[in-house]
């Protein structure tokens, strides 16, 4: 079985520039979460998406939106980016929102200059 | 206040030796999971050992046991013979399940451990 992928692994954009990253779930998960990483603040939950819906949002400014499709694959996107927007940004997918398992992707190592 | 803390931001073990990995969580919820993650400097989250909250056992996957306290809210990670392989940075985090079902993973600062020949 395909683990979680993310594309693309590595983006270097412009502040004021806006990104979208990609993740594809494990085949069959139905919950995707979103996760920013960066040295100061480590480790943040960004959202969760199931069944095309957002369930959850942790405390990021509305900069920060994501969406989820049909065959639950989902998106994040970053509008106006700024420097400290910087990160890993990883993704995890579960079966669902009751499943306490989550698995990771390699994550999409985002630089802004 | 800091819902996981973990104390040791790194540490030095021989090859061949156990490791245990302090992390201290606060909640006031009677329901949560508590969550090992390992990783490496590739990136990648790689899971470990999970405990929930009712499960009167510790939790244990091969090399890797959790040592779960609910009293001290304490949820230490012990790594068996430790292998030069399980240098890396190790995350322990907790998810709370509300009614509407499980929250996104809170993490801890992380412990960078390494192993030395």
């Known amino acids: 079985k395909a683990g979680v992928t993310q594309t693309p692994r590595y983006l270097i954009k412009t502040r004021g520039q806006q990104v979208t990253l990609s993740c594809s779930p494990i085949?069959?998960?139905?919950?995707v979460s979103w996760y920013q990483q960066t040295p100061g603040q480590g480790l943040q939950f960004l959202f969760e998406?199931?069944?095309?819906?957002?369930?959850n949002k942790g405390n990021f400014p509305g900069r920060f939106s994501g969406r989820q499709f049909s065959n639950s694959r989902s998106e994040m996107n970053v509008s106006t980016l700024e420097l400290g927007d910087s990160a890993l940004y990883l993704c995890a997918s579960s079966l669902d929102t009751q499943t306490y398992e989550q698995y990771f992707g390699p994550g999409t190592r985002l630089t802004v200059t | 206040a800091q819902k996981i803390t973990q104390t040791q931001p790194g540490m030095f073990v021989q090859e061949k030796e156990a490791v245990t990995l302090d992390c201290t969580y606060d909640t006031s919820d009677q329901s949560y999971g508590l969550f090992w993650y390992k990783q490496p400097s590739s990136g990648e989250m790689i899971f470990l050992i999970y405990q929930g909250s009712y499960d009167e056992q510790n939790a244990t996957e091969g090399r890797y046991s959790l040592n779960f306290q609910k009293a001290r809210k304490s949820a230490n990670l012990v790594i068996s013979a430790s292998q030069l392989g399980d240098s890396a940075m190790y995350f322990c985090a907790m998810r709370e399940y509300s009614g509407g079902g499980a929250d996104g993973l809170t993490f801890g600062k992380g412990t960078h451990l390494i192993i030395q020949p």
């Open positions: 998406y199931f069944s095309e819906t957002q369930r």
């Open positions: 085949s069959g998960h139905r919950s």
